[in-house]
């Protein structure tokens, strides 16, 4: 018998916290492009599908970046088409990113309808991510949006760095500002504020987010993509959730980092987070028993065990 269906976590719902929550399932795309062996496609495939079943549905299915710079990812051509039914069956959407016109003309080709493009709030990683400046980058993704746009997909706009960089230490909040806000003129419905390092820390979130709400920025236009670096990142959603945020990002068995920020550990694992909303009596759609069953098989094919506390303790057995 699993701790769930024991009636755990208690609900206890806390004042000034949303009913509801969003999760954006990243761990198909953010989780296993950070993987150093490449899981087949039918398996990919698979775990989107039975985190599906699971109850999640916003699943980034995969990125139309260069194989040569993210090979883990390289079938993305062969892989939407297998999942793309439950986008067309279901409420199920499968955002996918893109990083330019080229890889936008991909993802539209095989009939994506909600991209998701990545800008730096640093120089140093636009550099080392894009091999652009900040503003350079931007530019390179006005055309993408706006393309995107007129055939009616959803974009959002994902920001990396936005509380600390490996290389510039702490990052101004006005800096992060700036990026946001012109994600959003060119087009980007909704961005997601990512500490890819993991150094935020509570006051830091809400005081971001205050600074985006004084620039004109909406609260329901923000999604938050905490890593555990340090273990701040269910503290850090908490801060976001007392702030008004809905869409939070997490990654299935807190797969994943990133290749391009060494310091970066894993996402925060979508069952920890559930843990959390459902003990705060927030709705998610999420079974968390079924999630648990995913995470444990896609840890038996990595070969590996999952970072996730959860997904431990409600896969362990005397």
């Given amino acids: 018998m699993t701790t769930p269906a024991l009636g755990l976590p208690m609900a206890v719902p806390a004042q000034g916290l949303p009913a509801t929550v969003r999760i954006h399932e990243v761990g198909a795309r953010d989780g296993l492009q950070n993987e150093k062996a490449t899981v087949p496609t039918e398996t990919k495939a698979e775990f989107i599908r039975r985190l599906a079943d699971a109850g999640l549905t916003t699943i980034e299915a995969t990125s139309f970046v260069h194989p040569k710079w993210v090979p883990q990812l390289a079938d993305a051509e062969q892989l939407f088409p297998l999942v793309r039914d439950l986008a067309d069956l279901s409420d199920t959407v499968l955002p996918v990113l893109v990083p330019n016109e080229r890889g936008l003309d991909r993802a539209l080709a095989l009939g994506a309808s909600r ?55 702490p990052v101004p909040v006005p800096q992060v500002v700036r990026v946001c806000k012109a994600l959003l003129d060119m087009g980007c419905a909704e961005l997601s504020l990512g500490d890819t390092i ?58 994943g980092g990133c290749p391009f920020a ?57």
């Fill in 115 to 169: 991209i998701a493009v990545f800008a730096s709030a640093t120089e140093s990683f636009a550099k080392a991510n894009l091999n652009r400046t900040v503003d350079e980058a931007l530019a390179m993704f006005e055309p993408v949006v706006e393309r995107a746009r007129t055939q009616q997909a959803h974009v959002r706009g994902y920001l990396s760095m936005c509380f600390g960089d490996p290389w510039e230490g």
């Fill in 262 to 318: 060494k310091s970066a550990t894993g996402n925060l694992a979508t069952e920890d987070l559930v843990w959390m909303l459902h003990g705060l009596g927030i709705g998610t759609g999420v079974d968390l028993d079924r999630l648990v069953a995913t995470s444990v098989w896609m840890a038996e094919r990595l070969g590996r065990p999952s970072p996730s506390r959860t997904v431990r303790a409600l896969s362990h057995k005397e």
């Fill in 198 to 255: 993991g150094v935020a820390t509570p006051g830091h979130v809400q005081a971001l987010l205050s600074a985006l709400n004084e620039a004109g920025v909406p609260t329901h236009a923000l999604g938050v993509h905490f890593h555990d670096t340090y273990g701040q990142a269910l503290a850090n959603t908490l801060a976001a959730l007392q702030h008004g945020v809905t869409t939070v990002d997490a990654s299935a068995g807190g797969l």
